[in-house]
């Protein structure tokens, strides 16, 4: 398989906010790879560093040392070949729902009537097809996701990279918007670096999964292939045997970590 994206001895560090003479790694020598068309979630404890090797892989962010190659490019700069999604909208408020939707291509400069064409056809596909003009005041807030994937989505990226995307939805939303990602991901085929919190979501949406040790110094310290039959719906995957199988695994390694992390926020807090 074509390799997407491969971090190579990947460390991040920082000055400390109270004391610049300081510095803080917030992650160390990281290693993995993301094939083409493979769906990966990478969980971890709060502040373990998901986000800054996201932002790590969207070029965002450069590594202290290590490198990150795309599509065995060496990357450089902003990874064009990526789609980002973030945890909070980065919706323009003053645009209709359409009018966000097309702002990429209409950044690349394709021509107006193209764009509103395309934005149509992805506003139908995520289930908004009557709603491309309103504002986003005027949206739901599962509404608000669709219109923020369909955003992401119509540029047709390569790479997806998503940070707890639906984290603020309720439970029967946020499924919903699970299986609508997964349909349209089964129909593209893109590789996806998705991050979350929720050991459930991971499972029941990846092909594998990536858990990090707390910080400072955060690393991969397990990988497990989900081996579940799909296409799949999130809610009803759960009671699959393979699925409570890999939740006790991924958990037995999982829960350490975040009894770590919980105790270092604790001594900080203190």
């Not at 971090?7 to 991040?12: D, K, L, M």
């Not at 490019?73 to 990874?79: I, K, R």
């Not at 047709?156 to 439970?171: G, K, Q, R, V, W």
């Not at 990988?223 to 995957?237: G, L």
Request: glycine share 8%.
């Amino acid at each position: 398989m074509t390799c997407a994206v491969e971090f190579s001895g990947v460390t991040c560090t920082f000055a400390s906010r109270d004391n610049p003479e300081q510095r803080y790694t917030a992650v160390l020598d990281v290693s993995f790879r993301i094939e083409a068309g493979e769906f990966v979630s990478m969980v971890g404890p709060t502040g373990c560093g998901k986000s800054t090797l996201l932002n790590v892989a969207g070029g965002l962010l450069e590594p202290s040392t290590g490198n990150v190659r795309i599509f065995d490019t060496p990357l450089s700069g902003v990874n064009r070949r990526a789609g980002y999604m973030f945890q909070a909208e980065a919706l323009m408020p003053w645009r209709t729902a359409e009018q966000n939707v097309l702002a990429g291509l209409e950044f690349r400069g394709v021509p107006m009537k193209e764009a509103r064409e395309r934005a149509g056809e992805w506003l139908k596909r995520v289930g908004l097809g009557g709603f491309g003009d309103r504002y986003i005041h005027q949206l739901s807030g599962g509404m608000r996701k669709r219109t923020a994937m369909a955003q992401t989505l119509i540029l047709d990226p390569d790479i997806i990279l998503m940070d707890e995307p639906f984290s603020a939805l309720d439970i029967q939303t946020r499924q919903l918007m699970e299986n609508e990602l997964l349909s349209l991901w089964q129909a593209k085929q893109k590789a996806v670096l998705f991050i979350t919190h929720d050991l459930d979501e991971a499972i029941a949406m990846s092909d594998r999964v990536l858990v990090l040790s707390a910080g400072p110094g955060s690393r991969p310290i397990g990988e497990f292939k989900v081996d579940i039959p799909r296409p799949r719906d999130v809610a009803e995957v759960r009671s699959h045997p393979q699925f409570v199988r890999l939740h006790a695994e991924i958990w037995s390694v999982l829960r350490e970590e975040v009894l770590k992390g919980y105790a270092q926020q604790m001594k900080a807090a203190a």
